[in-house]
């Protein structure tokens, strides 16, 4: 198993400018997540689904937008990017919503 | 309510010393505390979670510590090496919703 793969791992962009940052697991999980990490802020919850076809906001959703068409994939959108949205970004995956997280390896975004 | 304050902030000790990190919380709801462990580039990993309905839980070198009169858990290193340095973290998450709420991390060093 891969577990949770994210890509790309580091990527550059203009404020104004829209991205997708891609994460899929291949455990069957289904309950997904998208964390960004910010320095002496721990990880703030951004999105997250119990299914396919299911997502709901987390503590952060502005700006960025989920969808779950599968139960592998479960893209993040950043719609207009800001200098705000500078920070790591990790997927994570559970078996359901009761389980600690697996986490992916993380996407370093830098908007300029 | 939903704040899980962690310290120190950064933390040394010699090789073969005891690592102490500290959490405090303060919904009384939390009913679920687990320790993360992350290495430079890499995702968080679970590394020992504990339940309130134990003051204590072990796993080799690593210990939990939890006071639910006094709101606060820690997590001991013992016989720290080299290897353990990384960023911890805390967190809680209150029942089937299995929303963590994070500390801001604690970066370790063990210096040889």
């Known amino acids: 198993n891969a577990g949770v793969t994210q890509t790309p791992k580091f990527q550059v962009l203009k404020t104004g400018q829209s991205m997708t940052l891609q994460c899929a697991q291949d455990m069957n999980h289904e309950y997904m997540s998208w964390y960004r990490q910010d320095p002496g802020m721990g990880l703030r919850l951004i999105h997250y689904s119990v299914g396919a076809g299911i997502t709901d906001q987390g503590e952060v959703p502005n700006g960025y937008n989920v969808s779950r068409s599968t139960t592998e994939d479960f893209p993040l959108r950043l719609l207009s990017a800001a200098p705000s949205q500078t920070s790591v970004y990790f997927c994570?995956?559970?078996?359901?919503?009761?389980?600690?997280?697996?986490f992916g390896p993380g996407t370093r975004l830098l908007v300029l | 309510q939903q704040q899980v304050k962690q310290s120190p902030q950064s933390l040394i000790v010699q090789k073969g010393g005891i690592s102490i990190i500290n959490c405090a919380y303060e919904n009384t709801a939390f009913d679920y505390f687990p320790w993360y462990q992350q290495f430079p580039g890499k995702g968080p990993a679970l590394l020992i979670a504990i339940r309130p309905d134990v003051s204590e839980k072990k796993e080799g070198r690593f210990t939990i510590s939890f006071n639910k009169s006094a709101k606060q858990f820690s997590l001991h290193i013992m016989d720290s090496q080299p290897g353990d340095s990384a960023t911890y973290f805390c967190?809680?998450?209150?029942?089937?919703?299995?929303?963590?709420?994070w500390g801001a991390g604690t970066k370790l060093i063990i210096k040889p």
């Open positions: 967190a809680a998450s209150r029942g089937s919703n299995y929303q963590l709420i």
């Open positions: 994570a995956s559970s078996r359901d919503r009761g389980d600690p997280p697996y």
